[in-house]
């Protein structure tokens, strides 16, 4: 059975740090991108950040650059989503996806494309 369980939201205050865990788990890790997406209250699903398991490649979304950092523990089949200096236009439900790209090989930018897999979201809020 596949599933990506994500975990680690909560309530933090602006300036401060979260990290998002993603648990994938029914189907070979390895040949993915693992992508984190967010949809706050009344807006569209965005893509946050992304990372090409095969080769390494991490895609950044321009809000989130120099603030969020992704990385992965294939042994346990996990990523990471570290998330600094948040704000309240970082609070939403947070979720990861997996898009099947062997080698890397990708179509479009990760944000763009068509996931295989999702899991359920994980709540962060910021607060003022």
């Known amino acids: 059975e596949v599933q990506l369980q994500a975990s680690g939201g909560g309530l933090v205050q602006a300036g401060g740090s979260l990290r998002l865990s993603c648990a994938a788990s029914?189907?070979?890790?390895?040949?993915?991108?693992i992508g984190w997406f967010r949809q706050a209250p009344g807006k569209e699903r965005e893509g946050v950040i992304a990372?090409?398991?095969?080769?390494?490649?991490?895609y950044y979304a321009d809000s989130v650059k120099g603030r969020f950092t992704i990385s992965t523990d294939n042994a346990k089949n996990n990523v990471y989503l570290q998330m600094n200096s948040l704000t309240p236009e970082d609070t939403a439900a947070y979720y990861c996806?997996?898009?099947?790209?062997?080698?890397?090989?990708?179509?479009?930018?990760?944000?763009?494309?068509?996931?295989?897999?999702w899991g359920r979201g994980t709540q962060v809020t910021v607060s003022s």
């Open positions: 996806g997996a898009h099947y790209a062997p080698l890397g090989e990708l179509r479009a930018h990760p944000f763009f494309v068509t996931y295989n897999y």
């Open positions: 029914g189907f070979t890790f390895d040949d993915y991108v």
């Open positions: 990372i090409s398991v095969p080769d390494g490649g991490i």
